[in-house]
């Protein structure tokens, strides 16, 4: 599981290592030179004679790119500074010019001549911000430099490395507005930082590397990414004992004569993840039956429900059946997936075992109902302060699709998947999550009566699973949502093959907790061998 926290987080657990002179941007730098280093060689094959060129703020992310700058002229490339403010971190300035390269002051008669000499370069170094920084994009010189090579569109171009965060962004809340570089690689200190899992500044960070530099982290930690282990861990698996009962018996209430399909692919996707029964409630049940013979069509017992995928306001009979199976939620604690349709038909007050499963705009319309006027835009921008809101307001567990998916549960807990592909932006797909979260559901309907909160993490591998279906459906091409559904056997199978320990998984708020999550940095004796709070020019990095 990937983990992160917050900025203030990050802090706290960095003082009392700077305050026993920990040198943490010692570490930093030399595993950031590191990672500039692999770069160089994939794409040129040696770091001798690569072009490095850093984009330099004033506060401590300049210095870690500074000192990583020292290390790699040490190596051989060819290395400049572009500092966009008039004073940056002293030490790092003193080793990179001690290295034999130099640091250029942009202003703002030299922005184009800056920007063409970065647009040349094999890296560029994304040192402007840091941690410290408010959201908001960039302005002045590093605005005008960034925004004039964000418009190049060359085949070329460089690799852009960021440095702990793209700088910018929202560092706690992912928000991403303004002008930002988009990284291809951010290698981040100590732990993920939220803003570089939510989106949707996650979409601007590239591939994540999280060093760990010797932290202890305090608290919980703000938001968590399930990996494949984790998923794993939560899945249903029968024991030799099972049968289709214990295994679980999903009931669907889904589409209509308008729009048939969304029950077939429903009930479909509940199957072919594994549930021991799907029961199906509604108009289509000709159709679903005939093309998913497995299923049961009428009521009977349930453990779980997937309400509204495909129901509109005039389908009256399927919203009274909606309404009745609200009572079992309600008063007999079954788990349920509510989605589209019946979104509108949740009751003022749920249980957390309820999944909510919206889009932005449904997320929108939700909110606004209930007394919160705001659009999809702001949703967009904001997605986990509003998915939170409905957290709050509801009660139920929120699942927010997109391209990173949200998960907000209770007593804080917070997921942010991204393993599905942009082409899973398809019709269809949110029909096929359902009808696969409700199975998982179905199959742990027990465990989540137990424990309530359960629905998160299982809701957060369900994304997973959703999301990898998508690439095994395809790898890299267009899928539809029928052809996600057909792979969920395949990718189960993949994913339960792969891990054999099957971890423990879960939301837990421990006292303390290190980020393991990529390569641990270990440096030479030479360098900066200070951090402190006091800024630039005295070995800092907490001020970023």
Do not use: C
Not at 111 to 121: F, K, L, Q, S, Y
Not at 136 to 159: F, H, K, M, N
């Amino acid at each position: 599981m990937l983990l992160s926290w917050t900025s203030a987080q990050v802090r706290a657990a960095e003082a009392p290592l700077l305050a026993d002179g920990v040198p943490l941007m010692q570490r930093a730098s030399f595993a950031l030179a590191g990672a500039v280093a692999r770069v160089l060689r994939e794409r040129r094959g040696r770091v001798v004679g690569g072009s490095v060129v850093l984009l330099v703020g004033p506060g401590n992310n300049g210095g870690d790119a500074l000192h990583a700058g020292a290390y790699l002229r040490a190596r051989g490339a060819d290395v400049v500074a572009l500092a966009v403010a008039p004073r940056v971190h002293d030490e790092g300035r003193a080793a990179l010019e001690a290295a034999g390269s130099r640091v250029v002051v942009v202003d703002e008669d030299g922005v184009a001549a800056a920007a063409a000499r970065a647009a040349g370069a094999d890296v560029v170094l994304d040192g402007i911000l840091g941690i410290g920084a408010r959201p908001g994009g960039l302005t002045g010189v590093a605005g005008a430099l960034v925004a004039r090579l964000s418009a190049r569109d060359d085949e070329r171009g460089p690799v852009v490395v960021a440095v702990d965060t793209p700088s910018g962004i929202g560092v706690d809340d992912g928000s991403a507005t303004g002008t930002v570089l988009r990284a291809d690689r951010t290698v981040t200190f100590g732990a993920a930082k939220p803003g570089l899992l939510l989106p949707p500044a996650a979409r601007l960070a590239g591939e994540l590397e999280v060093v760990d530099i010797g932290l202890d982290l305090p608290g919980r930690p703000a938001i968590a990414r399930l990996e494949g282990h984790d998923a794993a861990a939560l899945w249903p698996v029968p024991g030799p004992a099972a049968h289709k009962y214990s295994r679980g018996v999903v009931g669907v209430v889904a589409g209509a004569r308008r729009y048939p399909g969304a029950a077939v692919l429903a009930t479909s996707a509940a199957v072919l993840a594994g549930v021991g029964m799907v029961r199906y409630l509604g108009d289509v049940a000709d159709l679903v039956v005939a093309r998913r013979p497995e299923v049961v069509a009428g009521p009977g017992h349930v453990q779980a429900w997937v309400f509204g995928p495909g129901v509109s306001p005039e389908d009256a009979a399927q919203r009274r059946r909606i309404e009745h199976a609200f009572d079992g939620v309600l008063h007999r604690a079954e788990p349920a997936v509510v989605d589209a349709g019946a979104l509108e038909l949740l009751p003022p007050r749920v249980p957390a075992h309820v999944v909510l499963t919206p889009h932005a705009g449904e997320l929108a319309r939700l909110l606004t109902a209930r007394g919160h006027r705001v659009d999809r835009e702001h949703v967009e921008a904001h997605p986990l302060r509003h998915a939170r809101l409905a957290h709050e307001l509801t009660g139920a567990t929120v699942l927010v699709k997109g391209h990173v998916t949200l998960v907000v549960g209770p007593d804080g807990a917070a997921y942010a998947q991204s393993d599905a592909p942009a082409w899973l932006a398809t019709a269809g797909a949110g029909d096929v999550l359902a009808g696969l979260l409700g199975a998982m559901l179905a199959g742990r309907a027990a465990d989540v009566a137990d424990d309530p909160s359960l629905a998160a993490a299982l809701a957060a591998a369900a994304a997973l699973v959703h999301g990898r279906a998508a690439r095994t459906a395809n790898p890299g091409g267009p899928v539809t949502a029928r052809a996600v559904a057909l792979a969920l056997p395949e990718t189960v199978a993949a994913l339960l093959g792969a891990d054999a320990s099957r971890p423990t998984v879960g939301w837990t708020a421990g006292s303390t907790a290190r980020a393991t999550t990529g390569p641990t940095a270990t440096a030479p004796t030479t360098g900066p061998t200070t951090r402190s709070a006091d800024g630039p020019g005295r070995g800092g990095r907490m001020g970023r």
